[in-house]
Nanobody, 123 residues
């Protein structure tokens, strides 16, 4: 069974930084893509950034790309999100996801999600 566990969230002042981590566990052989979504109160969940096993990255928007950096460690099945110059509008629950997971015995169809972690940016 595959599980994704996020860490690194919390409360930070505007202009500060946080680094989120998400580790996938289970009998994983490889993961195609990992990434981060976020959901602010009253809003839909939206993509923040995505990274493939080969290192190709996609960011939701230029303002995010200028401040956030996604990276991953394939050997550890872990994805990171370095968030700098945080703004109050970055406040949300951040969710880690993974797709294209290949275990030692099978290929898993669909996306897998973490439980979410709160990021709160105070003004």
């Amino acid at each position: 069974q595959v599980q994704l566990v996020e860490s690194g969230g919390g409360l930070v002042q505007a202009g500060g930084s946080l680094r989120l981590s998400c580790a996938a566990s289970g009998s994983i052989f490889s993961i195609n893509a990992m990434g981060w979504y976020r959901q602010a109160p009253g809003k839909q969940r939206e993509l923040v950034a995505r990274i493939t096993s080969g290192g190709s990255t996609t960011y939701a928007s230029l303002p995010v790309k200028d401040r956030f950096t996604i990276s991953r460690d394939n050997a550890k099945n872990t994805v990171y999100l370095q968030m700098n110059s945080l703004k109050p509008e970055d406040t949300a629950v951040y969710y880690c996801y993974a797709d294209g997971i290949r275990t030692m015995t099978s290929y898993l169809v669909g996306d897998y999600w973490g439980q979410g972690i709160q990021v709160t940016v105070s003004s």
